[in-house]
């Protein structure tokens, strides 16, 4: 698969090499980023059967752009309903996207309320 984008072929080399040690379960299921210009996506996927078994994003809140603050409302609004079904752990999986700016934002939201990396 040839992409132009060169930031864009760096990021999917970065995520086949995590995706390759990162493994959810339905005990400790990973926790997916995707971000796009307009909004921000986080899923708890359970590797094994193959399901997503939350998913929360800024477009769901009804928020236009994404900013720090509602990429980490985002963050919390997860780890809420999360811990609501009883997921107390989760797998970072930060999809070949920096560790920086809303992606942190999210992690740190979803931290905060009480999700444990």
Not at 21 to 50: E, W
Not at 57 to 70: A, F, L, P, T
Request: aromatic letters at 6%; proline letters at 1%.
């Amino acid at each position: 698969m040839a992409i132009k984008n060169k930031k864009a072929e760096r990021r999917l080399k970065i995520r086949r090499r995590i995706r390759k040690t990162i493994q959810g379960t339905a005990a400790k299921p990973r926790l997916s980023v995707y971000k796009s210009n307009t909004c921000i996506y986080a899923q708890l996927i359970d590797d094994d059967k193959g399901q997503t078994l939350l998913a929360a994003s800024s477009k769901v809140q009804g928020d236009q752009g994404v900013d720090m603050e509602k990429a980490k409302k985002v963050g919390e609004d997860l780890a809420v309903r999360s811990l609501e079904k009883g997921i107390t752990a989760v797998v970072f999986d930060r999809s070949g996207y920096l560790y920086h700016g809303r992606v942190k934002a999210l992690a740190e939201g979803a931290k905060e309320k009480g999700l444990k990396f």
